[in-house]
């Protein structure tokens, strides 16, 4: 299979994760194509036989990183609307009778609150949790992905998943210091 098929082949899922990691459509979309354009350009770097999907989410993830750190003060969160919440859902319905997700209100106002939890997720945690639960990725493909431990993967998922269950229950929101970092916890003892 040719590089140029393999990546058409992931496409879709490239632009269902971008979407989840940045929350707009057309950062979404530059994100993809800066992926793209990266995986052609170093298409001799990609060693026949591995995952092409981990190899592209990996570019991906790292130009996501580094967008993050030129720009974080232009970052800013658009919710996502009607067109864009069946992109996160696969589209595979074979029977007119299942309701889609932006048919039913209730589950439209449940996705909107999930999208917004993810927002206050760390971004260590958020990756982990969107290329598991979204991409359905296994956690050595992850750690592969994020170039981390897999204890580290494990440990980042069990931690945003049970950060998503309390935003979901209602809980609050870390509250957003003038200092943050792990200074911020720290407290001076003489």
Same mark, same amino acid.
């Given at each position: ?13 490239? *632009? ?6 940045? @929350? ?18 170093? =298409?001799?770097?990609? $060693? ?12 991906? =993830? ?8 030129? /720009?974080?003060?232009?970052?800013? =969160? ?9 992109? !996160? ?20 106002? $449940?996705?909107?609150? !999930?999208?917004? /939890?993810?927002? =206050?997720?760390?971004?260590?945690? *958020?990756?982990? &949790? ?17 170039? &981390? ?21 209602? @809980? ?19």
């Amino acid at each position: 299979m040719d590089i140029r098929d393999q990546l058409y082949h992931h496409v879709p899922r490239l *632009r269902r994760y971008a979407r989840a990691l940045t @929350g707009n459509t057309e950062l979404a979309d530059d994100l993809v194509q800066d992926t793209l354009e990266r995986a052609l350009s170093r =298409h001799t770097m990609f $060693e026949a036989g591995t995952d092409a999907r981990a190899w592209l989410f990996t570019i991906m =993830h790292n130009l996501f990183l580094n967008q993050q750190r030129r /720009a974080p003060a232009q970052a800013t =969160h658009v919710s996502l609307d009607e067109t864009n919440i069946g992109d !996160l859902v696969e589209r595979d319905v074979s029977h007119a009778s299942v309701q889609t997700p932006t048919s039913d209100p209730a589950r439209r106002l $449940e996705i909107r609150d !999930l999208d917004e /939890a993810l927002r =206050h997720l760390p971004d260590e945690q *958020r990756a982990i &949790v969107l290329l598991v639960g979204l991409e359905d990725m296994s956690y050595a493909d992850v750690a592969a992905t994020l170039r &981390v431990p897999i204890g580290t993967v494990m440990s980042r998922l069990s931690r945003g998943r049970q950060r998503l269950r309390d935003l979901m229950a209602g @809980g609050t929101p870390p509250a957003q210091s003038a200092q943050t970092g792990p200074s911020a916890k720290l407290k001076v003892v003489r």
